[in-house]
């Protein structure tokens, strides 16, 4: 029996073919490419948004938030902020700052918030998780009894803090003033107001 094979191959294999176990071998490498490509994306952008390899941004916003404290500056210190309304003026004109968040949320006058040291070497630490990238900066309160700590998120390509927090004695001995949010109190009456029902008598009906 004459075996015919393919013309102008004498091993019988198309011409210029690849064998099964060689395309097998390539589709499992291209899969394998594809499944790595697909994996590394995402961190490549948490990468490329946060640029952990420059910590000159966080820093900065560390400096002015310093300033800003130190100022007593409302203004600067809401534009610093992801959301302005953590900063606000009670009825005695004082600037009080939100730190924390949720139950545990707190205000505090501003200058509690004065650091020591030069915050323009505050160590930058950052957290790449795919979901919720950001960075964080720690600064020792200029009371010595604790710390204030800064998480970033950038914003339109600036660097935001999203949420204050403080560890410590100062952040135990911070507790909810009346007429605070969260305090569950009414603010005290202002000198000479009464505190009782008003002794005024209702007007007659005619």
């Not at 393919?6 to 019988?12: A, F, Q």
């Amino acid at each position: 029996m004459i075996e015919q094979g393919y013309p102008g191959s004498d091993s019988g294999r198309p011409p210029g073919g690849l064998s099964l176990k060689r395309i097998a071998l390539i589709s499992a490498l291209c899969l394998v490419g594809a499944a790595l490509v697909l994996g590394l994306y995402p961190r490549a952008l948490v990468y490329a948004k946060l640029r952990p390899w420059d910590q000159e941004g966080p820093r900065a916003v560390a400096v002015a938030f310093a300033s800003a404290v130190v100022a007593r500056d409302a203004e600067g210190l809401r534009g610093l902020l992801v959301d302005p309304s953590l900063v606000s003026t009670d009825d005695e004109g004082v600037t009080m700052v939100q730190i924390g968040g949720g139950g545990k949320a707190r205000h505090v006058p501003i200058e509690t918030l004065a650091v020591a040291g030069d915050p323009a070497e505050v160590e930058v630490q950052y957290t790449l998780s795919d979901l919720n990238p950001r960075a964080g900066v720690a600064m020792p309160l200029a009371s010595g009894d604790g710390t204030v700590r800064l998480t970033l998120v950038p914003v339109n390509g600036q660097w935001r803090i999203v949420r204050l927090l403080m560890k410590g004695g100062a952040m135990r001995a911070v507790r909810p003033g009346p007429g605070a949010p969260g305090s569950g109190e009414a603010a005290a009456p202002a000198d000479g107001a009464p505190v009782g029902p008003s002794s005024e008598s209702p007007p007659e009906t005619p």
